[in-house]
T-cell receptor, first 114, second 117 residues
Framework: EAGVAQSPRYKIIEKRQSVAFWCNPISGHATLYWYQQILGQGPKLLIQFQNNGVVDDSQLPKDRFSAERLKGVDSTLKIQPAKLEDSAVYLC????????????FGQGTRLTVV | AQTVTQSQPEMSVQEAETVTLSCTYDTSESNYYLFWYKQPPSRQMILVIRQEAYKQQNATENRFSVNFQKAAKSFSLKISDSQLGDTAMYFCAFMTLNAGNNRKLIWGLGTSLAVNP
C-alpha cells in the first residue's frame, strides 16, 4: 500500500515570501491532517479535513495560512507571507474515519524561513 | 483540559538492554485510545503500539509493550532488547473526540531515545 506522499521535502524561502506544500493521502483515507512540528516539540494540529470539509482549524493562523482539499483527495497548505517563526517541519497525515485507527504520516516538508 | 505529559526529554540505553519511557495523561473520558509513535531522524512518524482504554490487557508488539494503568492515567512504553534502529523521538498521543464528534490526537512533547552500541 502506498504511503502518504508529501512534496517538497525541503524548502528555503525569505520572510514575506509565499510557499505551498502538497500532500497526497493514502487512497480511501477520508481524514487528512496538517501538523506543524517545531524543532524539539510535538506535532501541533493546524487543520483537519473530513473528505473536503474542514472539521478543525482552530489552531491555524488564518491571517497567513490557508489549506484546501479539493475533491476530498490531495491537499495543499499555503503560507503567505511567511515569518521566521514559521520555520518548522510540516507533516501531513491521513486516516480512516474510524475512531480506533491510527494516523499514517508522510515524511514531512522542512521549511526554513530566512 | 486534556493533556499528555512525557516527563523524560532525553533517555539513553545500551544496545540489547531494556528501557521504559513514561507517559501520563489527563482526561475525564472513560473510553479513549492511546498511541506511541516513533519519529527517527528521517522525520517519518511511525506507529509503534496502541491501546484501547476499555481493554485491561496491555498491548504488545514484538519487543515493544506498554504498561497501561487506567486509574493512574499512565501509559509507559517498554522497549526490550534495544537495537540501534530504535534511536528516535518517541511521542505519546491520546485520541479523543472534539466538539464536532471528530477524532483529535493530543500529543506529548516527546522523549529522545538514544541507543548506544
Amino acid at each position: 500500500e502506498a504511503g502518504v506522499a508529501q512534496s517538497p521535502r525541503y524548502k528555503i524561502i525569505e520572510k514575506r515570501q509565499s510557499v505551498a506544500f502538497w500532500c497526497n493521502p493514502i487512497s480511501g483515507h477520508a481524514t487528512l491532517y496538517w501538523y506543524q512540528q517545531i524543532l524539539g516539540q510535538g506535532p501541533k494540529l493546524l487543520i483537519q479535513f473530513q473528505n473536503n470539509g474542514v472539521v478543525d482549524d482552530s489552531q491555524l493562523p488564518k491571517d497567513r495560512f490557508s489549506a484546501e482539499r479539493l475533491k476530498g483527495v490531495d491537499s495543499t497548505l499555503k503560507i503567505q507571507p511567511a515569518k521566521l517563526e514559521d520555520s518548522a517541519v510540516y507533516l501531513c497525515a491521513s486516516s480512516l474515519p474510524v475512531r480506533n485507527t491510527e494516523a499514517f504520516f508522510g515524511q514531512g516538508t522542512r521549511l526554513t524561513v530566512v | 483540559a486534556q493533556t499528555v505529559t512525557q516527563s523524560q526529554p532525553e533517555m539513553s540505553v545500551q544496545e540489547a538492554e531494556t528501557v521504559t519511557l513514561s507517559c501520563t495523561y489527563d482526561t475525564s473520558e472513560s473510553n479513549y485510545y492511546l498511541f506511541w509513535y516513533k519519529q527517527p531522524p528521517s522525520r517519518q512518524m511511525i506507529l509503534v503500539i496502541r491501546q484501547e482504554a476499555y481493554k485491561q490487557q496491555n498491548a504488545t508488539e514484538n519487543r515493544f509493550s506498554v504498561n497501561f494503568q487506567k486509574a493512574a492515567k499512565s501509559f509507559s512504553l517498554k522497549i526490550s532488547d534495544s537495537q540501534l534502529g530504535d534511536t528516535a523521538m518517541y511521542f505519546c498521543a491520546f485520541m479523543t473526540l472534539n466538539a464536532g464528534n471528530n477524532r483529535k490526537l493530543i500529543w506529548g512533547l516527546g522523549t529522545s531515545l538514544a541507543v548506544n552500541p
